[in-house]
Protein backbone atom coordinates (compact mmCIF):
# COMPACT_ATOMS: atom_id res chain seq x y z
CA UNK A 1 0.00 0.00 0.00
CA UNK A 2 0.86 3.54 -0.93
CA UNK A 3 1.64 6.10 1.77
CA UNK A 4 -1.38 8.39 0.08
CA UNK A 5 -3.42 5.13 0.48
CA UNK A 6 -2.21 4.17 3.86
CA UNK A 7 -3.68 8.24 4.64
CA UNK A 8 -6.72 7.70 3.09
CA UNK A 9 -7.40 4.88 4.69
CA UNK A 10 -6.06 6.36 8.42
CA UNK A 11 -8.40 9.34 7.95
CA UNK A 12 -11.48 7.45 6.61
CA UNK A 13 -10.83 5.61 10.57
CA UNK A 14 -10.26 8.55 12.09
CA UNK A 15 -13.57 10.20 10.69
CA UNK A 16 -15.79 7.08 11.54
CA UNK A 17 -14.69 7.30 15.14
CA UNK A 18 -14.95 10.80 15.20
CA UNK A 19 -18.44 10.28 13.76
CA UNK A 20 -19.15 7.69 16.13
CA UNK A 21 -18.32 10.34 19.03
CA UNK A 22 -20.99 12.49 17.54
CA UNK A 23 -23.69 10.30 17.64
CA UNK A 24 -22.93 9.27 21.21
CA UNK A 25 -21.60 11.18 23.63
CA UNK A 26 -25.10 12.78 24.69
CA UNK A 27 -28.38 10.89 25.30
CA UNK A 28 -29.82 8.42 27.79
CA UNK A 29 -27.58 6.29 29.62
CA UNK A 30 -28.58 2.75 28.68
CA UNK A 31 -29.99 0.78 31.37
CA UNK A 32 -27.75 -2.50 29.97
CA UNK A 33 -25.85 -3.87 27.64
CA UNK A 34 -27.75 -4.22 24.53
CA UNK A 35 -27.42 -4.85 21.05
CA UNK A 36 -30.15 -4.28 18.93
CA UNK A 37 -30.88 -5.04 15.33
CA UNK A 38 -33.00 -2.89 13.52
CA UNK A 39 -33.35 -4.17 9.85
CA UNK A 40 -35.92 -2.57 7.37
CA UNK A 41 -38.14 -2.76 4.02
CA UNK A 42 -39.45 -6.65 4.87
CA UNK A 43 -42.80 -6.93 2.88
CA UNK A 44 -41.80 -4.03 0.36
CA UNK A 45 -41.46 -5.11 -3.36
CA UNK A 46 -38.45 -3.84 -5.24
CA UNK A 47 -37.23 -6.02 -7.95
CA UNK A 48 -39.44 -8.64 -8.88
CA UNK A 49 -37.84 -11.44 -10.04
CA UNK A 50 -34.17 -11.54 -12.00
CA UNK A 51 -36.04 -11.35 -15.75
CA UNK A 52 -37.69 -7.54 -14.63
CA UNK A 53 -33.44 -7.32 -13.65
CA UNK A 54 -32.65 -8.47 -17.15
CA UNK A 55 -35.90 -6.24 -18.65
CA UNK A 56 -34.32 -3.17 -16.40
CA UNK A 57 -30.43 -3.34 -17.96
CA UNK A 58 -32.29 -3.55 -21.75
CA UNK A 59 -33.72 -0.91 -21.38
CA UNK A 60 -30.66 1.33 -20.06
CA UNK A 61 -31.60 2.20 -16.86
CA UNK A 62 -28.69 2.59 -14.67
CA UNK A 63 -28.94 -0.18 -12.44
CA UNK A 64 -25.20 -0.92 -11.64
CA UNK A 65 -25.48 0.67 -8.56
CA UNK A 66 -28.71 0.53 -7.43
CA UNK A 67 -30.37 -1.25 -4.53
CA UNK A 68 -32.96 -2.38 -7.40
CA UNK A 69 -29.78 -4.95 -8.55
CA UNK A 70 -30.00 -6.98 -5.31
CA UNK A 71 -33.62 -5.96 -3.27
CA UNK A 72 -36.53 -8.00 -3.50
CA UNK A 73 -38.90 -9.94 -1.79
CA UNK A 74 -36.74 -12.51 0.56
CA UNK A 75 -38.40 -15.91 -0.53
CA UNK A 76 -38.84 -19.11 1.78
CA UNK A 77 -35.14 -20.15 1.06
CA UNK A 78 -33.61 -16.76 2.00
CA UNK A 79 -35.89 -16.79 5.52
CA UNK A 80 -34.72 -20.25 6.60
CA UNK A 81 -31.14 -19.15 5.91
CA UNK A 82 -31.77 -16.20 7.93
CA UNK A 83 -33.04 -18.06 10.90
CA UNK A 84 -31.04 -20.75 10.56
CA UNK A 85 -28.41 -18.89 11.36
CA UNK A 86 -30.08 -17.26 14.29
CA UNK A 87 -31.13 -19.97 16.08
CA UNK A 88 -27.55 -21.02 16.78
CA UNK A 89 -26.37 -17.82 18.86
CA UNK A 90 -27.45 -16.86 22.18
CA UNK A 91 -26.45 -14.40 24.76
CA UNK A 92 -25.62 -15.39 28.34
CA UNK A 93 -29.25 -15.51 29.09
CA UNK A 94 -30.26 -17.70 26.18
CA UNK A 95 -31.73 -15.22 24.04
CA UNK A 96 -31.34 -15.97 20.09
CA UNK A 97 -30.27 -12.16 18.26
CA UNK A 98 -33.47 -10.61 17.43
CA UNK A 99 -34.14 -8.42 14.23
CA UNK A 100 -36.42 -5.76 14.82
CA UNK A 101 -38.55 -6.38 11.17
CA UNK A 102 -39.41 -3.02 10.38
CA UNK A 103 -41.99 -3.81 7.81
CA UNK A 104 -44.19 -2.16 4.61
CA UNK A 105 -47.32 -3.43 5.21
CA UNK A 106 -48.92 -3.20 1.79
CA UNK A 107 -47.57 -2.80 -2.22
CA UNK A 108 -49.43 -1.33 -5.33
CA UNK A 109 -52.26 -3.26 -6.49
CA UNK A 110 -50.74 -2.69 -10.46
CA UNK A 111 -53.88 -4.35 -11.70
CA UNK A 112 -56.60 -2.51 -10.22
CA UNK A 113 -54.39 0.86 -11.13
CA UNK A 114 -54.17 0.03 -14.00
CA UNK A 115 -57.91 -0.73 -14.82
CA UNK A 116 -58.83 2.56 -13.22
CA UNK A 117 -56.46 4.06 -16.41
CA UNK A 118 -54.41 5.35 -13.72
CA UNK A 119 -56.71 7.30 -12.23
CA UNK A 120 -56.90 6.00 -8.80
CA UNK A 121 -54.47 4.18 -6.23
CA UNK A 122 -55.32 1.05 -4.71
CA UNK A 123 -52.99 -1.43 -2.61
CA UNK A 124 -53.21 -4.75 -1.40
CA UNK A 125 -51.19 -5.98 1.96
CA UNK A 126 -47.90 -7.70 1.57
CA UNK A 127 -49.19 -11.04 2.31
CA UNK A 128 -51.38 -10.81 -0.73
CA UNK A 129 -48.33 -10.07 -2.57
CA UNK A 130 -45.93 -12.58 -1.42
CA UNK A 131 -48.71 -15.48 -2.56
CA UNK A 132 -47.87 -14.15 -6.44
CA UNK A 133 -44.23 -15.03 -6.17
CA UNK A 134 -43.19 -18.34 -7.01
CA UNK A 135 -40.14 -19.26 -4.54
CA UNK A 136 -42.06 -17.26 -1.25
CA UNK A 137 -45.47 -19.67 -0.67
CA UNK A 138 -44.56 -20.22 2.86
CA UNK A 139 -42.79 -16.58 3.51
CA UNK A 140 -45.65 -15.47 5.79
CA UNK A 141 -45.59 -18.43 8.27
CA UNK A 142 -41.89 -18.80 8.09
CA UNK A 143 -41.84 -15.20 9.59
CA UNK A 144 -45.10 -16.28 12.32
CA UNK A 145 -43.12 -19.29 12.91
CA UNK A 146 -39.45 -17.02 13.88
CA UNK A 147 -41.83 -14.33 15.79
CA UNK A 148 -42.59 -17.70 17.79
CA UNK A 149 -39.32 -17.94 18.18
CA UNK A 150 -38.05 -15.17 19.26
CA UNK A 151 -35.68 -13.75 16.37
CA UNK A 152 -37.74 -11.73 14.24
CA UNK A 153 -40.44 -8.96 15.18
CA UNK A 154 -42.27 -6.57 12.89
CA UNK A 155 -42.73 -3.54 13.76
CA UNK A 156 -44.42 -0.49 11.46
CA UNK A 157 -42.01 1.10 8.76
CA UNK A 158 -45.18 2.58 6.44
CA UNK A 159 -48.05 1.19 4.65
CA UNK A 160 -46.02 1.24 1.46
CA UNK A 161 -42.26 2.82 0.57
CA UNK A 162 -43.99 4.70 -1.56
CA UNK A 163 -44.56 8.49 -2.04
CA UNK A 164 -47.73 7.64 -3.80
CA UNK A 165 -48.82 11.09 -4.95
CA UNK A 166 -45.62 11.60 -6.42
CA UNK A 167 -45.90 8.10 -8.41
CA UNK A 168 -49.35 8.33 -9.21
CA UNK A 169 -48.56 11.28 -11.04
CA UNK A 170 -45.91 10.71 -12.77
CA UNK A 171 -47.90 7.37 -14.20
CA UNK A 172 -50.71 9.78 -15.26
CA UNK A 173 -48.14 11.76 -17.02
CA UNK A 174 -47.33 8.98 -19.31
CA UNK A 175 -43.78 9.01 -17.84
CA UNK A 176 -41.59 6.51 -19.89
CA UNK A 177 -39.69 5.02 -17.16
CA UNK A 178 -42.13 5.15 -14.71
CA UNK A 179 -44.76 3.30 -16.76
CA UNK A 180 -41.66 0.35 -18.33
CA UNK A 181 -40.98 -0.18 -14.78
CA UNK A 182 -44.75 -0.15 -13.87
CA UNK A 183 -45.27 -3.39 -16.28
CA UNK A 184 -42.69 -4.99 -14.26
CA UNK A 185 -44.45 -5.02 -11.62
CA UNK A 186 -42.07 -2.22 -9.62
CA UNK A 187 -42.04 1.51 -8.49
CA UNK A 188 -38.89 1.85 -9.46
CA UNK A 189 -38.05 5.53 -10.99
CA UNK A 190 -36.31 4.51 -13.76
CA UNK A 191 -33.13 6.69 -11.90
CA UNK A 192 -31.05 6.51 -9.33
CA UNK A 193 -32.99 9.08 -6.69
CA UNK A 194 -35.32 8.40 -4.00
CA UNK A 195 -38.26 10.37 -4.84
CA UNK A 196 -40.35 7.65 -5.08
CA UNK A 197 -38.92 5.99 -1.97
CA UNK A 198 -40.00 8.85 0.60
CA UNK A 199 -43.41 8.01 1.67
CA UNK A 200 -43.29 11.19 3.74
CA UNK A 201 -41.36 13.37 1.88
CA UNK A 202 -44.16 16.64 0.73
CA UNK A 203 -43.86 18.98 -1.96
CA UNK A 204 -46.88 21.12 -0.30
CA UNK A 205 -47.79 21.21 2.79
CA UNK A 206 -51.08 19.82 2.09
CA UNK A 207 -49.82 16.69 1.52
CA UNK A 208 -49.58 15.95 5.10
CA UNK A 209 -52.95 15.34 5.37
CA UNK A 210 -52.81 12.57 3.26
CA UNK A 211 -49.52 10.89 4.77
CA UNK A 212 -51.72 10.96 8.30
CA UNK A 213 -54.35 9.16 7.09
CA UNK A 214 -51.60 6.63 5.39
CA UNK A 215 -50.28 6.07 8.84
CA UNK A 216 -53.47 5.69 10.49
CA UNK A 217 -54.35 2.72 8.18
CA UNK A 218 -50.69 1.48 7.73
CA UNK A 219 -50.95 1.32 11.63
CA UNK A 220 -54.33 -0.35 11.46
CA UNK A 221 -53.04 -2.65 8.91
CA UNK A 222 -50.31 -3.71 11.07
CA UNK A 223 -52.67 -4.44 13.88
CA UNK A 224 -55.08 -6.44 11.51
CA UNK A 225 -51.68 -8.79 10.31
CA UNK A 226 -49.10 -9.17 13.29
CA UNK A 227 -52.23 -9.00 16.42
CA UNK A 228 -50.86 -6.17 18.27
CA UNK A 229 -49.91 -2.56 17.69
CA UNK A 230 -46.57 -1.54 16.88
CA UNK A 231 -44.67 0.02 19.19
CA UNK A 232 -42.09 1.98 17.00
CA UNK A 233 -41.74 3.53 13.52
CA UNK A 234 -39.20 4.10 11.19
CA UNK A 235 -39.65 6.56 8.40
CA UNK A 236 -38.89 5.43 4.71
CA UNK A 237 -35.38 7.34 4.20
CA UNK A 238 -35.08 8.97 7.40
CA UNK A 239 -37.56 11.84 6.28
CA UNK A 240 -40.75 13.13 8.30
CA UNK A 241 -42.13 16.27 9.14
CA UNK A 242 -42.44 16.91 12.90
CA UNK A 243 -45.87 17.60 12.73
CA UNK A 244 -46.27 13.97 11.44
CA UNK A 245 -45.52 12.85 15.19
CA UNK A 246 -48.55 13.82 16.26
CA UNK A 247 -50.14 10.86 14.16
CA UNK A 248 -47.44 8.48 14.76
CA UNK A 249 -48.32 9.24 18.68
CA UNK A 250 -52.23 9.38 17.98
CA UNK A 251 -51.82 5.53 16.35
CA UNK A 252 -49.50 3.80 19.35
CA UNK A 253 -46.54 4.68 18.30
CA UNK A 254 -43.98 5.33 21.66
CA UNK A 255 -40.11 4.93 19.89
CA UNK A 256 -39.07 6.63 16.14
CA UNK A 257 -36.19 4.90 14.90
CA UNK A 258 -34.04 6.80 13.64
CA UNK A 259 -29.97 7.90 12.44
CA UNK A 260 -28.39 10.94 14.31
CA UNK A 261 -30.46 13.23 11.77
CA UNK A 262 -33.85 13.34 10.38
CA UNK A 263 -34.03 14.62 7.39
CA UNK A 264 -37.49 17.49 7.51
CA UNK A 265 -38.59 18.10 4.03
CA UNK A 266 -38.96 21.79 2.81
CA UNK A 267 -41.00 21.12 -0.41
CA UNK A 268 -38.02 20.39 -2.59
CA UNK A 269 -37.15 17.40 -3.12
CA UNK A 270 -33.28 16.17 -1.93
CA UNK A 271 -33.10 19.36 0.02
CA UNK A 272 -34.25 18.87 3.38
CA UNK A 273 -33.66 20.52 7.07
CA UNK A 274 -31.48 18.47 9.48
CA UNK A 275 -32.75 18.02 12.88
CA UNK A 276 -30.06 16.14 15.18
CA UNK A 277 -31.46 13.98 17.62
CA UNK A 278 -29.41 11.85 20.50
CA UNK A 279 -30.31 8.33 22.23
CA UNK A 280 -33.66 9.03 24.64
CA UNK A 281 -34.72 12.17 23.23
CA UNK A 282 -38.72 12.87 24.00
CA UNK A 283 -41.14 14.84 21.96
CA UNK A 284 -43.59 16.74 22.90
CA UNK A 285 -46.06 13.56 22.64
CA UNK A 286 -43.67 11.56 24.83
CA UNK A 287 -42.55 9.59 22.02
CA UNK A 288 -38.26 8.40 22.33
CA UNK A 289 -36.41 8.50 20.03
CA UNK A 290 -34.10 5.47 19.65
CA UNK A 291 -30.57 6.45 17.30
CA UNK A 292 -28.57 3.86 15.79
CA UNK A 293 -25.06 4.22 15.78
CA UNK A 294 -23.54 1.11 14.00
CA UNK A 295 -24.24 0.03 10.43
CA UNK A 296 -23.78 -3.47 8.34
CA UNK A 297 -24.67 -2.61 4.80
CA UNK A 298 -22.37 -5.25 3.01
CA UNK A 299 -24.82 -4.99 0.03
CA UNK A 300 -24.81 -1.06 -0.44
CA UNK A 301 -20.54 -1.56 -0.54
CA UNK A 302 -19.79 -4.76 -1.29
CA UNK A 303 -15.62 -4.11 -0.86
CA UNK A 304 -15.78 -2.45 2.53
CA UNK A 305 -15.25 -4.38 5.53
CA UNK A 306 -18.21 -3.91 7.35
CA UNK A 307 -17.63 -6.11 10.03
CA UNK A 308 -14.25 -4.44 11.03
CA UNK A 309 -16.23 -0.76 10.93
CA UNK A 310 -19.78 -2.27 12.92
CA UNK A 311 -17.77 -4.07 15.55
CA UNK A 312 -15.07 -0.59 16.06
CA UNK A 313 -19.45 1.09 16.35
CA UNK A 314 -20.41 -0.88 19.09
CA UNK A 315 -17.76 -0.26 20.83
CA UNK A 316 -17.81 3.15 20.53
CA UNK A 317 -21.68 2.75 21.93
CA UNK A 318 -21.06 0.48 24.67
CA UNK A 319 -18.22 2.80 25.48
CA UNK A 320 -20.66 5.54 25.87
CA UNK A 321 -23.32 3.77 27.56
CA UNK A 322 -25.80 3.25 24.86
CA UNK A 323 -27.19 0.53 22.99
CA UNK A 324 -25.78 -1.03 19.91
CA UNK A 325 -28.17 -0.06 17.59
CA UNK A 326 -27.37 -1.85 14.02
CA UNK A 327 -28.80 -0.31 10.96
CA UNK A 328 -28.78 -3.43 8.67
CA UNK A 329 -31.67 -3.76 5.57
CA UNK A 330 -33.35 -6.47 4.25
CA UNK A 331 -31.48 -6.53 1.19
CA UNK A 332 -28.78 -7.52 2.81
CA UNK A 333 -30.47 -10.91 3.20
CA UNK A 334 -32.18 -11.01 0.16
CA UNK A 335 -30.65 -14.17 -2.39
CA UNK A 336 -34.09 -14.03 -4.36
CA UNK A 337 -32.10 -12.07 -7.14
CA UNK A 338 -28.48 -13.23 -6.41
CA UNK A 339 -28.01 -16.11 -3.88
CA UNK A 340 -24.10 -14.58 -3.38
CA UNK A 341 -25.68 -11.09 -1.81
CA UNK A 342 -27.20 -12.87 1.18
CA UNK A 343 -24.51 -15.66 1.36
CA UNK A 344 -22.08 -12.36 2.14
CA UNK A 345 -24.86 -10.38 4.10
CA UNK A 346 -25.47 -13.73 6.64
CA UNK A 347 -21.90 -14.73 6.86
CA UNK A 348 -21.21 -10.51 7.92
CA UNK A 349 -23.60 -10.78 10.88
CA UNK A 350 -22.88 -14.13 11.73
CA UNK A 351 -19.31 -12.56 12.73
CA UNK A 352 -20.69 -9.41 14.14
CA UNK A 353 -22.64 -11.34 16.59
CA UNK A 354 -19.99 -13.93 17.44
CA UNK A 355 -17.45 -11.14 17.82
CA UNK A 356 -19.32 -9.41 20.29
CA UNK A 357 -20.54 -11.94 22.34
CA UNK A 358 -16.72 -12.74 22.78
CA UNK A 359 -15.76 -9.08 23.31
CA UNK A 360 -18.90 -8.43 25.52
CA UNK A 361 -20.11 -11.79 27.28
CA UNK A 362 -22.67 -9.99 29.03
CA UNK A 363 -24.43 -8.48 26.09
CA UNK A 364 -27.78 -8.97 25.83
CA UNK A 365 -29.88 -9.15 22.48
CA UNK A 366 -33.24 -7.12 22.51
CA UNK A 367 -35.63 -6.16 19.86
CA UNK A 368 -36.30 -2.06 19.92
CA UNK A 369 -39.55 -2.51 21.54
CA UNK A 370 -38.02 -4.15 24.56
CA UNK A 371 -36.57 -0.81 25.34
CA UNK A 372 -39.88 0.41 26.56
CA UNK A 373 -39.85 -2.64 29.78
CA UNK A 374 -36.17 -2.42 29.94
CA UNK A 375 -34.65 1.57 29.74
CA UNK A 376 -35.13 4.38 32.84
CA UNK A 377 -34.12 6.95 29.93
CA UNK A 378 -32.37 8.73 32.17
Request: with cysteine.
Amino acid sequence: MSNSSKYVTLLKRWKGVWNAHKTNFKGSRASGKYLIIESDDWGAIRTPSREALRRFEQKGMDIKDSIYKNDALASDEDLNALFDMLSEIRDAHGKTPVITANVIVANPDFERIKNSGYSTYFYEPFTETLKRYPEHQNAFSIWENAISEGFFFPQFHGREHLNVKRWMNRLQAKDELTLFSFDQGATYSGKEDYSFMEAFDWDSKEDMKEHGEIIKDGTALFEKIFGYTSDSIIAPCYNWDKDLEKSFSENGIRIIQGIRYQLEPTGTFDQYSSKRHFYGDKNSFGTRYNIRNCFLEPSMSPTKDWVDSCMAQIENAFLWNRPAVICSHRINYVGYISKQNRERGIRDLKEVLERTLDRWPDVEFISTNELIKKQSWE
